[in-house]
């Protein structure tokens, strides 16, 4: 089984900024994308960022400019650094992951439990 688990989420002034992480745990033989979706109340789930294994990144056009998606393979972990936040960036922020756990299985996609980013003054 694999975990993952957000943080970094809360509460923030808009022009401020936040760092959210994301760490797997469990059974890992290796990750493929990483990425990280919001939703906003009464709205859909929305890709924000992702990142390739290799390092390719990509970004909803909303947030360019203002939000860096990292990873580091060797902690199973993902970042999102969050720099000029607005109020339209307030939503529940979910991580997701293509996990291989073993050598021979196939990836399977995992969600996190989300962490709620307010941005408001």
């Known amino acids: 089984q694999v975990q993952l688990v957000e943080s970094g989420g809360g509460l923030v002034q808009p022009g401020g900024s936040l760092r959210l992480s994301c760490a797997a745990s469990?059974?890992?033989?290796?990750?493929?994308?990483m990425g990280w979706y919001r939703q906003a109340p009464g709205k859909q789930r929305e890709l924000v960022a992702g990142i390739s294994s290799g390092g390719r990144t990509n970004y909803v056009n909303s947030v360019k400019g203002r939000f860096t998606i990292s990873r580091d393979n060797a902690k199973n972990t993902v970042y999102l650094q969050m720099n000029s936040l607005k109020p339209e960036d307030t939503a529940v922020y979910y991580c997701?992951?293509?996990?291989?756990?073993?050598?021979?299985?196939?990836?399977?996609?995992?969600w996190g439990q989300g962490t709620q980013v307010t941005v408001s003054s």
């Open positions: 997701n992951a293509d996990v291989r756990p073993t050598n021979w299985g196939a990836f399977t996609n995992y």
């Open positions: 469990g059974s890992i033989f290796s990750i493929n994308s």
